[in-house]
């Protein structure tokens, strides 16, 4: 087979794969509500007995842009991280990264993605609680 | 090749290669996905001979099963077993000569991207469908490029490693 022939059935390839993989990433990537939302932020912090609840209206696609326009409000603090950004501070309790975290809940139900990939849905609720590692 | 049992310098040579085939495996291990394995057990089967490359495939496999003691084992080892040695054959079916360089990227591009299906596989019987199925769809873009990287380098170097590999054969 001729060396150019060979580049052109590489290329091709390679671009089968690529379309493969962005396909995928579209696919599998969470599903954004477009538009005005009302969203309820709750922030429980035990040891210091914080249970305070938020009620916003965001244009905001995911948790994260809404955390930082409510930065004053709720006064975040984030840390960019290999799988995005992280609450490491809410209402000025900072997490002590060795021994607790946020733990992030949606209706009740544990997020399975940061808060950057996280989409902001009317109606639901997202409860940030320090938790112990 | 002798058709009983191999002989010292076949033993030799069936070992050596699968060394090198591992320590292929070594340099190309930073690449996601990128290997050269495929390829070295092909080009030895189509050069060599079934029983042989077949006994260098399992030889290969074995080295990784002692690799896996410092990396830590895994069900990977099982998948491993059934992977390699089906490569062996479907060179045998589907390969005769070094000249079938867009069959043989076919034949490895094909085997790259369904390698984890006997990974699933193993999965689905030891922790359920929905774990073997999650698995599977997590790991298309890896398929994808483990079945892209497979069809270029079997294309490129499927028969200037055969040539070689058959002239020292021929000298062998």
Known sequence: MKYKKKIIFSLAAAAAAILLIAGYFAWSAPKTQQGNKSVTIQVVISSKEINQTFHYRTNQAYVSGLLKDEKNDLKTEMQKGQYGEFVTGLLGVKADSKKEYFNIKVDGKDATVGVSQLPLEDGKTYTFTLTAL | ?172
């Not at chain 2, 029983?51 to 084992?73: H, I, K, N, P, Q």
């Not at chain 2, 698995?135 to 028969?159: E, K, Q, V």
């Open chain 2, 1 to 172: 090749m002798s058709k009983g049992h191999f002989s010292l310098r076949e033993a030799a040579l069936i070992g050596v290669w699968a060394a090198m085939t591992f320590a292929v495996k070594l340099v190309l291990a930073p690449l996601a996905n990128v290997e050269l394995v495929s390829l070295m057990l092909c080009v030895f089967t189509v050069a060599m001979g079934f029983r042989s490359g077949l006994t260098a495939a399992f030889v290969f496999t074995m080295l990784t099963v002692c690799e896996s003691a410092y990396y830590g084992a895994g069900d990977w080892i099982a998948a491993y077993f059934i992977n390699w040695p089906l490569l062996t054959v479907l060179t045998w079916l589907f390969l005769k000569n070094k000249d079938q360089e867009i069959r043989a990227a076919a034949v490895l591009g094909l085997f790259g991207f369904f390698f984890d299906l006997s990974s699933a596989a193993i999965k689905l019987i030891l922790f359920g469908r929905i774990y073997a199925l999650t698995y599977l769809i997590s790991g298309i873009p890896f398929d994808a490029i483990h079945g892209a990287s497979n069809f270029i380098t079997g294309l490129f170097l499927f028969r200037p490693l055969c040539s070689q590999l058959e002239k020292l054969r021929d000298k062998f």
